[in-house]
């Protein structure tokens, strides 16, 4: 006890690390919760085509928002005038142009996206959901300076009072109407409380609109890799609804996603982690510089990936099980996407941790490369498999994808000296060796899956 007292405590990289790493896990955990808790009510109050629906707002605004992302916050990270107030301010600009740009985009693409869809109701959500991205465009770079120094637990207990106050409004809003959009006052709710919390709560001065060249030009010389790598990542976070939503009806692709939110845990959990903890701890002990940085990091790294696939062994056991205690009957065939989709996420768990060292070092070159491939890859899986064995076809082809994309991960791992061939290699072996597990345990809920098969 009194070791990890020492390791918790002082101001250090090891004991920021811990701390960040306890609070991001706490914090990711309790939020999850809170979902799981708000899809529990929900779908009880509304209809599974809410939930498709809600599916193809998210895939449009993810789209918008990915395809327009100039990497503040990853530049606020890596950057050496992070703590610069000029500079901080100049980002913020650049966001809130952003925002309102992509808020006007949400008007003008409504009316063509519900035609696509065959789904009417979009015409009204979309414009009203996109006022989310004008208020993330406010939100303040006291955030990012917070991750930056690893200091989160003000930032914790805001996210968590802000889902919470959404969870509630959406629950009072369903309960009265029934409809849809208890969901979009829920998501909309979020975002306005985070604004008034990071504004009033977090440490640090205001953002005040400024454009200094030298920060702008710094800025946009960093975000044009970042700008198209998550416009790759749209269609790498995305493609599978944005596929499976033109072919499913709305009730089928509401059922798929609740699969995807049993199975999406482990994985966006280390992403979470990655985020706040890797990049900080990759700039300031580049493995490439010491033995000491590679062999501290490794330790991490081996750490993370542990927890990790035991989540993941946990989940994809258990996932059928899972959405049977949970939902009622009309969302069970939920629980062969929650198996499969949990299994097919172990290749990417393994190597997730390299893109940081990129990011880290301000590589956006090379991660561009590696994201554009990783897309790529991902929607011929999906559509590939989808021709030849529907929507099983289709998960297994995003499993297929993850897979190939490897060599390219490796390449840029290597490039920053963050190559980990022992980790790698462990967790290869027990990757396989829980895939051929969970799949065996749940073959009748993934056999089930051809009910929701693609026409």
């Not at 994309?405 to 829980?434: E, K, S």
Request: proline fraction near 4%; glycine fraction near 10%.
């Amino acid at each position: 006890m009194s070791r990890l007292n020492g390791l918790l405590k002082g101001d250090g990289l090891r004991a920021r690390v811990m701390r960040s790493g306890a609070l991001t896990v706490f914090g990711y955990g309790a939020s999850q919760a809170l979902r799981l808790a708000s899809n529990l009510i929900l779908t009880r109050l509304l209809f599974p085509e809410a939930f498709g629906l809600m599916s193809l707002v998210w895939v449009f605004l993810q789209g918008l928002s990915n395809m327009s992302d100039m990497g503040v916050g990853q530049s606020i990270l890596q950057s050496k005038r992070g703590e610069d107030q000029d500079f901080l301010d100049t980002g913020w600009t650049i966001q809130v142009i952003r925002g309102a740009i992509l808020w006007a985009a949400t008007w003008a693409l409504a009316a063509p996206v519900a035609t696509f869809y065959d789904a009417p109701e979009l015409r009204e959500l979309l414009p009203v959901v996109g006022f989310s991205l004008f208020i993330m465009g406010l939100f303040p770079t006291k955030c990012e300076s917070a991750n930056r120094r690893l200091v989160l637990g003000r930032v914790t207990v805001i996210d968590l009072s802000a889902q919470l106050i959404g969870l509630l409004a959406g629950v009072i809003v369903a309960w009265l109407t029934g409809s849809v959009w208890a969901l979009v006052v829920s998501a909309v709710i979020v975002n306005v409380m985070l604004l008034i919390f990071y504004t009033i709560f977090l440490p640090g001065a205001l953002n005040r609109p400024r454009w200094e060249p030298t920060a702008a030009h710094e800025l946009i010389h960093f975000g044009k890799w970042i700008f198209l790598s998550t416009a790759a990542g749209f269609l790498l976070s995305q493609g599978d609804k944005l596929v499976l939503g033109r072919y499913l009806n709305l009730e089928a692709l509401g059922i798929y996603n609740i699969g995807f939110f049993i199975a999406a845990f482990p994985l966006a959990l280390g992403r979470t982690v990655v985020h706040r903890i890797l990049i900080p701890v990759y700039r300031e002990k580049p493995p490439s510089e010491s033995a000491a940085n590679a062999a501290a990091l490794s330790k991490l790294r081996f750490l993370l990936s542990g927890g990790l696939m035991v989540l993941i062994f946990a989940f994809a056991l258990s996932g059928a099980w899972l959405v049977q205690f949970l939902y009622d009957p009309r969302y069970v065939l939920a629980g062969g996407v929650a198996v499969l989709l949990a299994v097919i996420q172990i290749p990417q768990l393994i190597v997730m941790t390299y893109d940081s060292a990129a990011l880290a070092a301000g590589d956006s070159r090379r991660f561009f490369v590696l994201t554009a491939v990783r897309a790529c890859l991902m929607m011929a899986g999906l559509l590939i498999g989808a021709a030849q064995g529907g929507l099983i076809g289709a998960l297994i082809g995003q499993g297929a994808a993850v897979v190939l994309a490897t060599p390219v991960v490796i390449w840029l791992a290597r490039c920053h000296g963050a190559w980990d061939v022992r980790h790698d290699a462990l967790f290869w072996v027990a990757g396989i060796a829980i895939t051929m597990i969970c799949v065996a345990f749940n073959q009748e809920a993934i056999a089930a899956l051809n009910a929701l098969n693609l026409p």
